[in-house]
């Protein structure tokens, strides 16, 4: 095997061991990026600096190990675009909080990966900088928004990296590209230098071969951090024992739904049963306003987005138009030409939705089923440890399909309801479909409660056979 196709645990291992150097895990890993990049379009930015000779602390915990980062995440020095031509020449002067700690624990810095623009989207095709390709099948979509982060592991351009998942655009490009993804509790990671889409709903996530990587990566940026205001104090503790015996398993009928392929129901449930054969005792519950987060999601994302977006403005922040006759003219061109047409569609819907007359219908009627599905989780959560389901409906998309807007939107039906309640998830590789694309398990777990879930995911992934070539 090439140093680049071991998990960042194992090139710890075999560092401390003497078997290779942080040099060499370097060198590789980047010439793999480098050579994969013209075909995924999976990179923005390299990070040339992290081809100097580097002198690692091996003490550290991720010594050497090359991380990729999301476009959407500030780093001093090294270009942050968003994908968007909005921010194409922006280049932070202070390093995210996520990004800071990564530094601090021996990590270097490889790149930053290609996304949908502002991280709105969920196929990685609507940034300025082109689509990105999935690494299994070239001919199908990662997923997004962190498409480039997912791509970049599953093909070895990085060993772990971190992406945000607003609605689901960790967990669905793990799935799509048969990696790990986690979503922490909201608060758990701090947002300090995470260039903002919906506020009450963003949070960094970690990307990795396995549910050990994306442990030990997020036990690192889990912190408090007094920058951001819904930041918490660290919870988290990397101890992973991965047992299922005893363990109850909620399975929600709603996302279960007719929607959802039968290659991935079929892989989904045969995991759920593996589970139930080591041990964990499964149950089916329902939770009626599953069936209305997708539409609750879409109005309170969009209207937060074009809170956060108004600042791009050609004057404050941003690309600022060429030629105007005025102030406003200046204003709509330079928001005009320098955002996509997908940001451009949240902002006028959010817009919409906040405006006198509308406010009432639309915002806060979503905001009361958001308390709604909260409630409902936390009386599942009684009789339940975790929640298992399917992360995406289908095994893959194809790039050349062409689907509506409001098919685009139904297919994030399985990962927005944690989303909307701040809930720790992630999508773990379950199956393969019958093209050899992948399939993920989504384990949900209760606010705080991101051990227990990732200790669950650790514990299905020990029992679930050779889905991967790795168990």
Request: glycine share 10%; aromatic share 8%.
């Amino acid at each position: 095997m090439k140093l680049y196709e071991y998990s960042a645990c194992e090139l710890l291992e075999m560092m401390r061991n003497g078997k290779c150097s942080s040099q060499e895990i370097l060198h590789d890993t980047a010439e793999r990026a480098k050579e994969a990049q013209p075909t995924l379009n999976d990179y923005i930015t390299f990070n040339d600096e992290a081809n100097v000779e580097i002198n690692i602390d091996m003490k550290l915990p991720l010594a050497g190990i090359p991380v990729a980062v999301k476009d959407n995440i500030s780093t001093k020095g090294l270009r942050t675009t968003c994908a968007s031509k909005m921010l194409a020449d922006y280049v932070p002067p202070y390093d995210a909080s996520a990004v800071e700690k990564l530094k601090a624990a021996g990590a270097v810095i490889i790149g930053k990966t290609n996304m949908d623009e502002f991280a709105m989207g969920s196929f990685s095709d609507t940034g300025y900088f082109g689509e990105v390709r999935n690494p299994v099948d070239t001919n199908y979509s990662p997923g997004g928004s962190s498409g480039g982060s997912a791509a970049a592991v599953a093909s070895g351009g990085a060993i772990i990296a971190l992406g945000t998942d607003t609605g689901g655009s960790v967990r669905q490009p793990a799935s799509l590209c048969g990696v790990v993804g986690f979503c922490p509790t909201y608060g758990a990671v701090s947002r300090y230098g995470l260039i903002a889409f919906a506020s009450s709903l963003d949070r960094i996530g970690s990307i990795g071969k396995t549910v050990r990587d994306v442990s030990l990566l997020h036990n690192i940026i889990n912190d408090r951090d007094v920058r951001d205001v819904t930041s918490v104090d660290k919870f988290f503790s990397f101890n992973l024992c991965g047992g299922l015996h005893g363990l109850k398993v909620g399975v929600p009928e709603e996302l279960f739904s007719a929607l959802i392929s039968d290659e991935v129901l079929t892989s989904v449930k045969s995991a759920i049963r593996i589970m139930e054969a080591h041990g964990a005792i499964i149950s089916r519950i329902s939770m009626p306003s599953i069936n209305e987060a997708v539409k609750a999601y879409y109005i309170i994302s969009s209207a937060e987005a074009s809170s956060n977006l108004a600042r791009y403005d050609g004057v404050r922040f941003g690309y600022r138009a060429a030629e105007s006759s005025s102030l406003s003219d200046m204003y709509k061109r330079s928001r005009s030409e320098g955002f996509g047409d997908e940001v451009k569609r949240r902002i006028m819907l959010g817009t919409f939705v906040l405006s006198e007359g509308y406010c009432a219908s639309y915002y806060k009627r979503a905001a009361a089923v958001r308390v709604k599905l909260c409630r409902e989780f936390e009386e599942v959560f009684e009789r339940c440890d975790i929640l298992a389901a399917p992360v995406y409906p289908r095994a893959g998309i194809r790039l050349d399909e062409k689907l509506s807007i409001s098919e685009r939107c139904a297919a994030d039906m399985c990962t927005v309801p944690s989303s909307i309640a701040g809930l720790p998830a992630i999508s773990v590789p379950c199956g393969k479909s019958r093209e050899g694309l992948p399939i993920g398990l989504q384990l949900i777990g209760r606010r705080f409660e991101d051990s227990r879930l990732l200790d669950a995911a650790y514990g299905y992934e020990l029992v679930r056979g050779d889905v991967y070539g790795r168990a």
